[in-house]
Antibody, heavy 125, light 107 residues
Framework: QVKLQQWGAGLLKPSETLSLTCGVY????????WSWIRQSPGKGLEWIGE???????NYNPSLKSRLTISLDSSKNQFSVNMTSVTVADTAVYYC???????????????????WGQGILVTVSS | DVQLTQSPSSLSASVGDRVTITCRAS??????LNWYQQKPGKAPSLLVY???SLQSGVPSRFSGSGSGTDFTLTISSLQREDFATYFC?????????FGQGTKVEIK
């Protein structure tokens, strides 16, 4: 049973860089996209972006200019950096797993089937 | 972007009730629609994928249906542990989007 555990700084000042990491335990790193999602009262659930095991990334266009998602396959970890944060970036941030459509048939389901525990990131001066 | 609109935003129901939540997509998304349950302070959990396939371990009282633009999640007999918020999410486009959620509360 794969588990995702995430960590990172929970309190930032405006203009600082958000940095979170998610570790993948008990399952394969390959064959999946590894995603970041955030949830705030004002904007609901928002997909941030993803990376697969060979480093291919997809980003939400609304955040792309501030985002870098990277992976360390030797440690089964992936990370997100978001620059120039503002109060609007305050949210609970989740990591999650998504089947790679090039490796899995649609009948197996393309969905966020495993989630991390979530981290509240607060941006405040 | 594919916009997803859920209705209702909230509902009150009793244990044993049949509950139906709808999700409407802004364009045809075939069957690329998933449903999640979220309890307070927890991450969402996958219930249904590809519109009608039950995720492993999910009770059979949950079911999903629909295709194209209109989808439903049905709980056939509401249990106490089902009081939560439910979200739909589309897997049609790489820009993955979610509905705004439906909160199911105890009447």
């Amino acid at each position: 049973q794969v588990k995702l555990q995430q960590w990172g700084a929970g309190l930032l000042k405006p203009s600082e860089t958000l940095s979170l990491t998610c570790g993948v335990y008990g399952g394969s790193f390959s064959g999946f996209y590894w995603s970041w999602i955030r949830q705030s009262p004002g904007k609901g659930l928002e997909w941030i972006g993803e990376i697969n095991d060979v480093g291919r990334t997809n980003y939400n266009p609304s955040l792309k200019s501030r985002l870098t998602i990277s992976l360390d396959s030797s440690k089964n970890q992936f990370s997100v950096n978001m620059t120039s944060v503002t109060v609007a970036d305050t949210a609970v941030y989740y990591c999650a797993r998504w089947k790679d459509p090039l490796r899995y048939d649609v009948s197996s389901g393309y969905a966020f089937d495993t989630w991390g525990q979530g981290i509240l990131v607060t941006v405040s001066s | 972007d594919v916009q997803l609109t859920q209705s209702p935003s909230s509902l009150s129901a009793s244990v044993g009730d049949r509950v139906t939540i709808t999700c409407r997509a802004s364009q045809n998304i075939n069957i690329y629609l998933n449903w999640y349950q979220q309890k307070p302070g927890k991450a969402p959990s996958l219930l249904v994928y590809a519109a009608s396939s039950l995720q492993s371990g999910v009770p059979s009282r949950f079911s999903g249906s629909g295709s194209g633009t209109d989808f439903t999640l049905t709980i056939s007999s509401l249990q106490r542990e089902d009081f939560a918020t439910y979200f739909c999410q589309q897997s049609y486009s790489t820009l993955r989007t979610f509905g705004q959620g439906t909160k199911v509360e105890i009447k």
